[in-house]
T-cell receptor
Framework: DAGVIQSPRHEVTEMGQEVTLRCKPI?????LFWYRQTMMRGLELLIY????????DSGMPEDRFSAKMPNASFSTLKIQPSEPRDSAVYFC????????????FGEGSWLTVV | AQSVTQLDSQVPVFEEAPVELRCNYS??????LFWYVQYPNQGLQLLLK??????LVKGINGFEAEFNKSQTSFHLRKPSVHISDTAEYFC???????????FGRGTSLIVHP
């Protein structure tokens, strides 16, 4: 079975450019998470969707970040404009909604903003 | 609110030695507990989880963890590590009122030959 699929795997962009990260969750999963991982801050939850609706976006750093989930099989995380401090690994993850359920992570999108 | 503390940021160990990675949590209600592993350049994957029942939980790759409610701990152990166990290990807690787990900062396990 296909896992969580993220694209691009690697992105190098210049400061000020728009970045769009994409995610396809596991089919049938109705919870979707976007995380950011850095050496300084560890693993941070950015936003959580349930049934395509954003439930908790308290981790989104600022207005430059936005996330959408137009349908059950696709989500995007957009940064506009990008800054060097946005350089990180961004993970998408999905699960069946339920307390104690396993979260399945994608392989991550490695973003470098120069 | 729930929180997780992984007491060691890095644990070096020799191959075939035993290892324990420590995790303490804070929550005012009953919890679910998880250990995830992240191999280099990969996403996190579940090692094991405690939901209820036996406090000793066995996971993949020979790992096990013990839930200790009185000490609010969920330490991960393996009796004999391999080079291939070199990875980042994350403890996570989810209280029974939340769908969203809280992750610790991670412990880097480095296995030397």
């Amino acid at each position: 079975d296909a896992g969580v699929i993220q694209s691009p795997r690697h992105e190098v962009t210049e400061m000020g450019q728009e970045v769009t990260l994409r995610c396809k969750p596991i089919s049938g999963h109705n919870s979707l998470f976007w995380y950011r991982q850095t050496m300084m801050r560890g693993l941070e939850l950015l936003i959580y969707f349930n049934n395509n609706v954003p439930i908790d976006d308290s981790g989104m750093p600022e207005d430059r970040f936005s996330a959408k989930m137009p349908n059950a099989s696709f989500s995007t995380l957009k940064i506009q404009p990008s800054e060097p401090r946005d350089s990180a690994v961004y993970f998408c993850a999905s699960s069946l909604t339920g307390r104690g359920n396993t979260i399945y992570f994608g392989e991550g999108s490695w973003l470098t903003v120069v | 609110a729930q929180s997780v503390t992984q007491l060691d940021s890095q644990v070096p160990v020799f191959e075939e030695a035993p290892v324990e990675l420590r995790c303490n949590y804070s929550s005012s209600v009953s919890v679910y507990l998880f250990w995830y592993v992240q191999y280099p350049n990969q996403g996190l994957q579940l090692l094991l989880k405690y939901l209820s029942g036996s406090t000793l939980v066995k996971g993949i790759n020979g790992f096990e963890a013990e839930f200790n409610k009185s000490q609010t701990s969920f330490h991960l152990r393996k009796p004999s590590v391999h080079i291939s166990d070199t990875a980042e290990y994350f403890c996570a807690v989810s209280d029974q009122g939340s769908y969203i787990p809280t992750f610790g900062r991670g412990t880097s396990l480095i296995v030397h030959p």
